[in-house]
């Protein structure tokens, strides 16, 4: 079936770095954009990154653009979100999404806290 | 940035009746434009997309319409399991951006 699966969330310090990955079974990954989508604790969504499925273009919210660097890897069948000069507000879970956005990871926590 | 503005920030509906919920784009975003659900400690869950086209195995209570600025969501007949907080999504210009929410809860 159709999975991702999210890793890499903890806990860092402000200004720090982490690297988000998402790996995806079940469906052609090469053949689809992917998104990052992030909810802060209590909050709604917020969406932060896409790239297309051959990495050609990226785009990025306003909030995180400059400091997080959405890749792929499609021999590996794996979506990378490169997170650095970490803030508080930055704290969330992060999820994976295929481009479609029928299907979603279970999410990784990120907390920025010192 | 589109801005995405949902209302009620909070709706209370008894079940078996209708419930319907608004989104408003601050331009026109023609018919990209999606509705998800989420219930606590879960993923989203997409149930409309192109704003009035059910994604696959959504029940038929749930039907969205609108274009351009103005959708609607509407479950027809409130199940237990249709209370959960819902965000529209527009996915015509980048960034993509999601309302605040609507949290439907029990009455």
């Known amino acids: 079936q159709v999975q991702l699966v999210e890793s890499g969330g903890g806990v860092v310090q402000p200004g720090g770095s982490l690297r988000l990955s998402c790996a995806a079974s079940g469906f052609t990954f090469s053949s689809y954009g992917m998104h990052w989508v992030r909810q802060a604790p209590g909050k709604g969504l917020e969406w932060v990154a896409f790239i297309r499925y051959d990495g050609s273009n990226k785009y990025y919210a306003d909030s995180v653009k400059g400091r997080f660097t959405i890749s792929r890897d499609n021999s590996k069948n794996t979506l990378y979100l490169q997170m650095n000069s970490l803030r508080a507000e930055d704290t969330a879970v992060y999820y994976c999404?295929?481009?479609?956005?029928?299907?979603w990871g279970q999410g990784t926590l990120v907390t920025v806290s010192s | 940035e589109i801005v995405m503005t949902q209302s009620p920030a909070t709706l209370s509906v008894s079940p078996g009746e209708r419930a319907t919920l608004s989104c408003r784009a601050s331009?026109?975003?023609?018919?990209?434009l999606a509705w998800y659900q989420q219930k606590p400690g879960q993923a989203p869950r997409l149930l409309i997309y192109g704003a009035s086209t059910r994604a696959t195995g959504i029940p038929a209570r749930f039907s969205g319409s609108g274009s351009g600025t103005e959708f609607t969501l509407t479950i027809s007949s409130l199940q237990s399991e249709d209370f959960a907080v819902y965000y529209c999504q527009q996915y015509n210009n980048w960034p993509r951006s999601f309302g605040q929410g609507t949290k439907l809860e029990i009455k």
């Open positions: 999404a295929k481009g479609d956005t029928v299907t």
């Open positions: 331009q026109s975003v023609s018919s990209n």
